[in-house]
């Protein structure tokens, strides 16, 4: 069976996909070089100068030969666009009309309200006059993804494609889960990295994840068995299929007890499952595949690296000024994905790769991200 991959960026799953053994085709938007080493890229900016887009996405994709269609962020935001790819192909995912549920703000909200999840007060077009003037509110786009083209909200009048989260202190954390459309097994949890000016992202981007996310031993199975309902209860509602994520924030009841916060749901492959695949040394795309199909598995291996004090880590380094990349061959041996092709030209604020890195303890992985980060930027003299 031959996949075809699609999204905005495909790097990380295609090379799941890799290592799991399968056949597979892939198209998004940046075509990066350490992609095209190991599986068929097609690249909407670099073989057919198009921006990126849903529609563009369609356009290539539908003439892409494949028997099956996986897809990625952000194509959970255009159910549509997801049908026309998936015509006279198996759809492994997420249905059209799951996204156009699961997707919906006003839907999911009433939802998490009913189904006892906290879940951040959100505000559609037309509601603004609901905000407390003593609280903190950010807009972010309906079609939300990234973290990008969300601030925070001074007063005025939405948009029809945005809309308005308070704005929650804590700790910004994500996890991931697989599901049958019945049950879920929930893989494990990450603290989110957004806004790290130190790697070059300002606002609310994000520009990475630390695996897992830090907590005391108790603390741990508290917000375990929380995101493990909340997956649960996602799953049965909206019948999601296949590797799913859900971010929230961390934060804290008036007791001390921790407390997640749900802020989005991802019904797809995220950028943070790459990290899970290095823990439990397990094709993340391989349980994709058999969960979509009715598969799931009831348990996961005992993470490689045990309940050690080891944290893995992925950082997106962002350039702080418009740069040309040099020669680009050894990244890959050096921890580095996304690897950009030798004499690209990259503009301030766009992402330049991704590094990875482990250690003993949270602050050491953070340290060796940045490390690493700096690595990158004195080679090309950002």
Same mark, same amino acid.
């Given at each position: 069976?031959?996949?075809?991959?699609?999204?905005?960026?495909?790097?990380?799953?295609?090379?799941?996909?890799?290592?799991?053994?399968?056949?597979?085709?892939?198209?998004?938007?940046?075509?990066?070089?350490?992609?095209?080493?190991?599986?068929?890229?097609?690249?909407?900016?670099?073989?057919?100068?198009?921006?990126?887009?849903?529609?563009?996405?369609?356009? !290539?994709?539908?003439?892409?030969?494949?028997?099956?269609?996986?897809?990625?962020?952000?194509?959970?935001?255009?159910?549509?666009?997801?049908?026309?790819?998936?015509?006279? +192909? +198996?759809?492994?995912?997420?249905?059209?009309?799951?996204?156009?549920?699961?997707?919906?703000?006003?839907?999911?909200?009433?939802?998490?309200?009913?189904?006892?999840?906290?879940?951040?007060?959100?505000?559609?077009?037309?509601?603004?006059?609901?905000?407390?003037?003593?609280?903190?509110?950010?807009?972010?786009?309906?079609?939300?993804?990234?973290?990008?083209?969300?601030?925070?909200?001074?007063?005025?009048?939405?948009?029809?494609?945005?809309?308005?989260?308070?704005?929650?202190?804590?700790?910004?954390?994500?996890?991931?889960?697989?599901?049958?459309?019945?049950?879920?097994?929930?893989?494990?949890?990450?603290?989110?990295?957004?806004?790290?000016?130190?790697?070059?992202?300002?606002?609310?981007?994000?520009?990475?994840?630390?695996?897992?996310?830090?907590?005391?031993?108790?603390?741990?199975?508290?917000?375990?068995?929380?995101?493990?309902?909340?997956?649960?209860?996602?799953?049965?509602?909206?019948?999601?299929?296949?590797?799913?994520?859900?971010?929230?924030?961390?934060?804290?009841?008036?007791?001390?007890?921790?407390?997640?916060?749900?802020?989005?749901?991802?019904?797809?492959?995220?950028?943070?499952?790459?990290?899970?695949?290095?823990?439990?040394?397990?094709?993340?795309?391989?349980?994709?595949?058999?969960?979509?199909?009715?598969?799931?598995?009831?348990?996961?291996?005992?993470? +490689?690296?045990?309940?050690?004090?080891?944290?893995?880590?992925?950082? !997106?380094?962002?350039?702080?000024?418009?740069?040309?990349?040099?020669?680009?061959?050894?990244?890959?041996?050096?921890?580095?994905?996304?690897?950009?092709?030798?004499?690209?030209? !990259?503009?301030?604020?766009?992402?330049?790769?991704?590094?990875?890195?482990?250690?003993?303890?949270?602050?050491?992985?953070?340290?060796?991200?940045?490390?690493?980060?700096?690595?990158?930027?004195?080679? !090309?003299?950002?």
């Amino acid at each position: 069976m031959r996949i075809l991959i699609v999204g905005l960026s495909t790097r990380a799953i295609a090379e799941s996909a890799y290592e799991a053994g399968c056949d597979v085709v892939t198209l998004d938007y940046f075509g990066d070089s350490d992609q095209r080493a190991l599986v068929e890229n097609h690249s909407l900016l670099r073989d057919y100068d198009l921006a990126y887009g849903p529609e563009n996405l369609v356009r !290539i994709g539908r003439d892409l030969v494949a028997d099956a269609l996986v897809y990625a962020a952000s194509l959970e935001n255009y159910p549509s666009a997801v049908a026309d790819l998936a015509e006279g +192909r +198996r759809l492994l995912g997420n249905e059209p009309a799951v996204l156009s549920q699961v997707r919906n703000w006003d839907v999911l909200r009433e939802f998490c309200r009913q189904a006892g999840i906290s879940f951040a007060k959100t505000l559609l077009p037309g509601e603004e006059g609901l905000a407390e003037r003593c609280g903190r509110w950010v807009r972010k786009p309906v079609h939300s993804g990234g973290g990008h083209d969300v601030d925070f909200w001074e007063g005025g009048v939405l948009d029809r494609n945005q809309i308005l989260q308070t704005y929650i202190e804590g700790v910004p954390a994500s996890a991931a889960f697989v599901a049958d459309g019945e049950d879920s097994l929930l893989v494990g949890m990450t603290e989110q990295l957004i806004g790290r000016e130190e790697l070059g992202a300002g606002g609310f981007t994000w520009c990475g994840n630390i695996l897992p996310l830090e907590l005391s031993p108790a603390d741990r199975q508290l917000v375990w068995s929380d995101i493990d309902t909340i997956a649960s209860r996602l799953t049965k509602r909206f019948s999601l299929r296949g590797v799913n994520g859900v971010d929230f924030v961390l934060t804290r009841s008036a007791t001390g007890r921790p407390r997640p916060v749900v802020v989005e749901v991802n019904p797809r492959y995220t950028a943070s499952m790459e990290l899970f695949e290095s823990a439990y040394d397990e094709s993340v795309f391989s349980l994709h595949i058999q969960a979509a199909e009715g598969h799931l598995p009831t348990s996961l291996d005992r993470p +490689r690296w045990g309940w050690s004090n080891t944290y893995l880590g992925k950082a !997106i380094v962002y350039a702080k000024r418009d740069v040309k990349v040099p020669e680009t061959g050894g990244w890959f041996g050096l921890g580095r994905r996304d690897v950009p092709h030798a004499g690209e030209r !990259i503009k301030a604020g766009h992402p330049i790769c991704t590094v990875l890195t482990h250690s003993d303890g949270r602050s050491g992985c953070w340290n060796r991200l940045l490390a690493a980060a700096k690595d990158v930027r004195r080679e !090309i003299g950002d």
